[in-house]
């Protein structure tokens, strides 16, 4: 079955691919729950029961490929799923049948629309009225696009909004991830009846109603788990939908101007991305003379909003405003990290205003709070510009100063690399790099509870003589007495051998599975010491000795056997 596609475009081998070895193996075992199978002519459908009763559909792509898709919360997520497998699994245990199933499925489908055709108006009208009060979901559904089609919007409206309510689906007052895609799936149903509006010659309408809509949407929007964006997308839905209805009805550019910057600068307008120049045709000149007066008016009242911020800096650009002015943006609110001293920086660059670009990153680094920054990306960037111009002592001092203002690895790997850079390493610079780091190191209760950053750097250095001292001096945590072990254990065996018994006497008074791998690579390390030393005799005595106090650690005991020890 593995390698036979037979009538299928997917092998057992295909399953395994798309859900991975776990979720397969998994799959095998819900072969059991695999309930209401079937193959239809395009889509295989199936009920899988496991913590729910979970729909599953499988499907045939284009290409030959398989496509799976699960209402688990795993599915949810895009992922080929367990019930996938299993749904998959049953039906290439019938995979010789499934011709027969396909034929009899399309035979089915030909009869039911023969028989469809043959009724009169009155017949299917019964029909419906029949489905209508057995299927709620239909029904809600006939009535959304009778409600578009109809001249009354105020019941489309009242089924628009009613789409987008999330209370039926909310626990606790709010719309939980279970409920989201349920909730997602049926305000969608909104965007599709708001083009329908459109569509059928009531833009104007069309574009009353998604402005009550996209308000409604993002006053709930805060009180749903949309952690697979299905509720952002229908935002975006109901925003292309406005935006199609005002293209088609033209309505007062002014009035839709003031509109669009009341929805824009409000602060719940979180879930929508829409933008003011995607309204260009739709406002006209009038509608952006207007909206360009708003957001100007608007940002003068509050500088640094993010919103006026954003959209007077959309606009300068838009316009080909001058640099200055989007300087002076900026510069209304600086960021105590630097940031927007270099967002100044680089417009001025770009305008072939190199010296004031480098003046505002030079008083970014200047003006940066130490609890904020500077900004990596702005130290790199005045870094750079000084290295081009020749001033390597310059970097060199800015490194400097970030290595003592807030001493890391990471720090002291810049200074050095901009110190040999400029021939001025070794020495003098290096040591008083080491003081600094030296200095900065502070235990805790008399232990290193994240290693000292000295010992680190010295290792980075490769030299493992003055970081094994720093480490006896008391700088080093397990982890970089272990890592320091590592680095000596060929040329020094002797020295990390007193590491490695060192950190496995504690793990004798432990448990768990991690536990005992880490006493197994420890033991490993002590014999390749031993083995160095030529004393393997000696090691052989300390592990049966070791082995004969766990010996009731029956997973230790089968851990130490599969590596050989």
Same mark, same amino acid.
């Given at each position: 079955?593995?390698?036979?596609?037979?009538?299928?475009?997917?092998?057992?081998?295909?399953?395994?691919?798309? $859900?991975? /070895?776990?979720?397969?193996?998994?799959?095998?075992?819900?072969?059991?729950?695999?309930? &209401?199978?079937?193959?239809?002519?395009? $889509?295989?459908?199936?009920?899988?029961?496991?913590?729910?009763?979970?729909?599953?559909?499988? $499907?045939?792509?284009?290409?030959?490929?398989?496509?799976?898709?699960?209402?688990?919360?795993?599915?949810?997520?895009?992922?080929?799923?367990?019930?996938?497998?299993?749904?998959?699994?049953?039906?290439?245990?019938?995979?010789?049948?499934?011709?027969?199933?396909?034929?009899?499925?399309?035979? &089915?489908?030909?009869?039911?629309?023969?028989?469809?055709?043959?009724?009169?108006?009155?017949?299917?009208?019964?029909?419906?009225?029949?489905?209508?009060?057995?299927?709620?979901?239909?029904?809600?559904?006939?009535?959304?696009?009778?409600?578009?089609?109809?001249?009354?919007?105020?019941?489309?409206?009242?089924?628009?909004?009613?789409?987008?309510? %999330?209370?039926?689906?909310?626990?606790?007052?709010?719309?939980?991830?279970?409920? /989201?895609?349920?909730?997602?799936?049926?305000?969608?149903?909104?965007?599709?009846?708001?083009?329908?509006?459109?569509?059928?010659?009531?833009?104007?309408?069309?574009?009353?109603?998604?402005?009550?809509?996209?308000?409604?949407?993002?006053?709930?929007?805060?009180?749903?788990?949309?952690?697979?964006?299905?509720?952002? =997308?229908?935002?975006?839905?109901?925003?292309?939908?406005?935006?199609?209805?005002?293209?088609?009805?033209? %309505?007062?550019?002014?009035?839709?101007?003031?509109?669009?910057?009341?929805?824009?600068?409000?602060?719940?307008?979180?879930?929508?991305?829409?933008?003011?120049?995607?309204?260009?045709?739709?406002?006209?000149?009038?509608?952006?003379?207007?909206?360009?007066?708003?957001?100007?008016?608007?940002?003068?009242?509050? %500088?640094?909003?993010?919103?006026?911020?954003?959209?007077?800096?959309?606009?300068?650009?838009?316009?080909?405003?001058?640099?200055?002015?989007?300087?002076?943006?900026?510069?209304?609110?600086?960021? %105590?990290?630097?940031?927007?001293?270099?967002?100044?920086?680089?417009?001025?660059?770009?305008?072939?205003?190199?010296?004031?670009?480098?003046?505002?990153?030079?008083?970014?680094?200047? =003006?940066?709070?130490?609890?904020?920054?500077?900004?990596?990306?702005?130290?790199?960037?005045?870094?750079?510009?000084?290295?081009?111009?020749?001033?390597?002592?310059?970097?060199? $001092?800015?490194?400097?100063?970030?290595?003592?203002?807030?001493?890391?690895?990471?720090?002291?790997?810049?200074?050095?690399?901009?110190? &040999?850079?400029?021939?001025?390493?070794?020495?003098?610079?290096?040591?008083?790099?080491?003081?600094?780091?030296?200095?900065?190191?502070?235990?805790?209760?008399?232990?290193?509870?994240?290693?000292?950053?000295?010992?680190?750097?010295?290792?980075?250095?490769?030299?493992?003589?003055?970081?094994?001292?720093?480490?006896?001096?008391?700088? /080093?945590?397990?982890?970089?007495?272990?890592?320091?072990?590592?680095?000596?254990?060929?040329?020094?065996? /002797?020295?990390?051998?007193?590491?490695?018994? &060192?950190?496995?006497?504690?793990?004798?008074?432990?448990?768990?599975?991690?536990?005992?791998?880490?006493?197994?690579?420890?033991?490993?390390?002590?014999?390749?010491?031993?083995?160095?030393?030529?004393?393997?005799?000696?090691?052989?005595?300390?592990?049966?000795?070791?082995?004969?106090?766990?010996?009731?650690?029956?997973?230790?005991?089968?851990?130490?056997?599969?590596?050989?020890?």
């Amino acid at each position: 079955m593995n390698g036979v596609t037979h009538a299928l475009g997917f092998a057992e081998k295909d399953l395994r691919r798309m $859900a991975g /070895a776990r979720s397969f193996e998994r799959g095998v075992g819900y072969l059991s729950a695999v309930s &209401r199978l079937e193959i239809g002519d395009g $889509a295989i459908t199936a009920t899988v029961d496991g913590t729910d009763a979970y729909e599953v559909e499988l $499907a045939e792509r284009e290409d030959g490929g398989l496509t799976g898709w699960c209402d688990c919360p795993y599915g949810r997520d895009g992922n080929f799923c367990k019930h996938c497998v299993a749904v998959g699994l049953t039906v290439l245990r019938q995979a010789e049948s499934v011709p027969r199933q396909r034929a009899a499925a399309a035979s &089915r489908t030909r009869l039911l629309d023969t028989w469809l055709e043959s009724r009169t108006r009155e017949e299917l009208l019964v029909l419906v009225r029949e489905q209508l009060s057995e299927d709620r979901d239909l029904r809600r559904r006939l009535e959304l696009r009778a409600a578009t089609a109809g001249e009354d919007t105020g019941i489309a409206r009242e089924r628009i909004l009613s789409l987008l309510d %999330p209370r039926p689906f909310a626990r606790y007052g709010y719309v939980d991830y279970a409920e /989201a895609h349920a909730y997602g799936q049926q305000a969608a149903e909104a965007v599709t009846a708001l083009r329908a509006m459109t569509s059928s010659g009531r833009s104007a309408d069309a574009v009353k109603v998604a402005r009550e809509a996209l308000r409604a949407l993002g006053r709930t929007y805060g009180e749903i788990d949309d952690s697979d964006g299905l509720i952002g =997308e229908v935002a975006t839905g109901l925003a292309e939908a406005h935006l199609e209805a005002c293209l088609s009805a033209r %309505p007062d550019p002014v009035e839709t101007a003031e509109w669009l910057m009341h929805h824009l600068l409000d602060e719940e307008n979180c879930v929508t991305d829409i933008d003011l120049f995607d309204y260009r045709e739709a406002l006209g000149e009038p509608g952006m003379i207007r909206a360009r007066e708003l957001v100007v008016a608007a940002w003068r009242a509050n %500088p640094k909003g993010w919103a006026e911020k954003f959209l007077m800096e959309r606009l300068l650009k838009a316009d080909g405003g001058s640099v200055d002015a989007l300087v002076a943006v900026h510069a209304a609110d600086l960021a %105590p990290n630097g940031h927007t001293h270099l967002v100044i920086a680089k417009e001025l660059e770009a305008a072939g205003r190199a010296a004031e670009a480098l003046e505002w990153a030079e008083r970014g680094l200047r =003006e940066a709070e130490s609890d904020w920054g500077p900004n990596d990306e702005l130290v790199a960037f005045v870094c750079e510009r000084y290295a081009l111009a020749g001033r390597l002592t310059g970097v060199v $001092a800015i490194r400097r100063d970030l290595l003592q203002a807030r001493p890391s690895l990471a720090a002291y790997q810049h200074l050095r690399t901009a110190a &040999r850079a400029a021939n001025a390493w070794e020495g003098a610079e290096r040591a008083g790099a080491l003081e600094v780091l030296k200095a900065a190191a502070q235990p805790k209760d008399g232990r290193w509870w994240g290693g000292s950053v000295l010992v680190d750097a010295l290792m980075d250095d490769a030299d493992l003589e003055a970081a094994w001292q720093a480490a006896a001096d008391g700088y /080093a945590d397990q982890h970089q007495w272990l890592a320091l072990a590592d680095r000596i254990r060929d040329k020094k065996p /002797a020295d990390a051998l007193t590491v490695y018994l &060192r950190w496995i006497e504690p793990l004798r008074k432990q448990t768990g599975d991690s536990t005992y791998e880490r006493m197994a690579e420890l033991l490993l390390s002590a014999r390749a010491c031993h083995r160095t030393l030529g004393t393997e005799a000696e090691f052989a005595t300390y592990l049966a000795s070791l082995r004969a106090d766990q010996k009731r650690k029956r997973k230790l005991m089968a851990t130490l056997d599969l590596h050989g020890l």
